[in-house]
């Protein structure tokens, strides 16, 4: 009695999907090809994703890492504009994290140390003094587990399991990503973790976008905007001090959009610390909302990437530590700031600073973050 009916909502919802889709053309089928090979023998998959406007995405289960993502120009012209290797050893030796999803805790935390309902953790120190993006093996050094898309979108769903006591962290987190690429040109990004006991989270994605598509080229002239009043200064070691600062008349300000070079080199004691921006901004609006959180354009192909969150913070590090010595993509060597990340996150150090949005999870609760990175032309 119940099949027939569930047979016919299903066809409904179905045709329902068919006919909100553009008219004419069908959704590419994924491809998954073997991109290597791990030590211990287990695979690592490649899966592209494409979109019915011929934009296209790809992503290995090894990181849950984005390898390339290919959007148009001004003249329609696909490029590659993210950073990345062209073999699975790149990515397993690499120490910049790129296209990854990185955590548990994306960013750093102060000594490594927290303390969570009064009891003290001690993670991974990997990073001076402190801890960062997860430890030394972080969500971008594990297999991740692929599971077939569930919509009429061009998606990939990744799930990762991080256990008790992993990097120093507390409580087993379950944590699914999901990438789509939809027929606007925007790559989604939705995250949903669970855990069995309270633990910290905080993934991030971590791409190097160049949108000129040539990555032998810095991305100083990228002119960039960042919606955000504010920014949470960092001393020694990138630690937030634990303040928010008005970006007014700093070189931080990028309220209206300005070329990243702009004001990178000034004597500047923060970006002096960064060695360039490497800094977290106090996003404007209540996070929990997606809205607008940057806009970064280049003007020789046109292309824009328009950011949207949820998150409260977006930090923006501008590939200052990329010296030439890791050979990308056909062979080219990335040089100094020719990436550059909008990670979208909770503040840094937040565990150990309780004036910050908080970052601890609660078994029941379900942690959510929706990033777009939008592309376009003008
Ligand atoms: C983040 C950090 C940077 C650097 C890169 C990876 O963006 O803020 O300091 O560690 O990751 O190289």
């Known amino acids: 009695m119940m099949r027939p009916i569930i047979f016919c909502m299903a ?36 899966y592209t994703l494409e979109n019915r406007s011929g934009a296209s995405a790809q992503i290995i289960d090894y990181g849950a890492a984005v390898t390339s993502l290919k959007v148009p120009d001004r003249n ?15 990515y397993v030796d690499g120490t910049s994290y790129f296209g990854a999803i990185v955590g548990r805790y994306g960013n750093r935390i102060g000594k490594g140390r927290f303390v969570l309902d009064g009891k003290e953790y001690q993670l991974t120190v ?37 256990k008790d006591g992993e990097e ?15 027929d606007k040109n925007e790559l989604r990004i939705d995250y949903e973790g669970t855990t069995d006991r309270p633990p910290i989270l905080n993934p991030t994605q971590h791409s190097y976008f160049n ?24 001393g020694a070691g990138l630690i937030p001090t634990g303040r928010i600062t008005d970006v007014a008349n ?24 960064g060695k360039g921006y490497d800094h977290n901004w106090v996003l404007r609006g ?50 100094h700031r020719s990436g550059l990340c909008l990670e979208t996150q909770a503040f840094p150090d937040t565990p150990n600073k309780p004036q910050f949005p908080s970052v601890t999870l609660r078994p029941g609760q379900v942690y959510r973050q929706t990033t777009l990175y939008q592309f376009s032309t003008k």
């Open 250 to 273: 700093t070189p931080m300000d990028f309220r209206k959009p300005m070329a990243i070079g702009t004001h990178i080199d000034d004597p500047d004691a923060q970006l002096a610390l």
């Open 126 to 162: 990997n990073d001076g003094e402190n801890h960062l993006h997860g430890g030394a093996v972080g969500f971008n050094k594990v297999l991740w587990e692929a599971m077939p898309p569930d919509s009429g979108e061009a998606s990939l769903r990744l799930q990762v399991v991080s």
């Open 11 to 46: 066809m409904i919802a179905f045709l329902f999907t068919q006919a909100c889709q553009p008219k004419g053309k069908a959704l590419p089928p994924m491809k998954t090809t073997v991109f290597g090979t791990l030590p211990d023998g287990r695979p690592v998959h490649q």
């Open 211 to 234: 949108l000129s598509g040539a990555f032998d080229r810095p991305i100083l002239d990228h002119l960039l905007m960042i919606e955000a009043d504010g920014v949470t200064p960092v």
């Open 76 to 90: 329609g012209k696909l490029e590659d504009v993210v950073l990345g290797y062209d073999s699975l050893q790149g």
């Open 286 to 335: 209540a996070a929990g909302r997606v809205r607008k959180a940057a806009e970064l354009y280049e003007a020789g192909s046109g292309r824009m990437m328009t950011v949207f969150t949820d998150q409260p913070g977006l930090q923006f590090y501008s590939g200052n530590f990329l010296d030439g010595s890791a050979k990308g993509k056909n062979g080219i060597a990335y040089g």
């Open 168 to 182: 120093g962290y507390p409580g087993t987190v379950t944590l699914r990503v999901t990438y789509t690429l939809t």
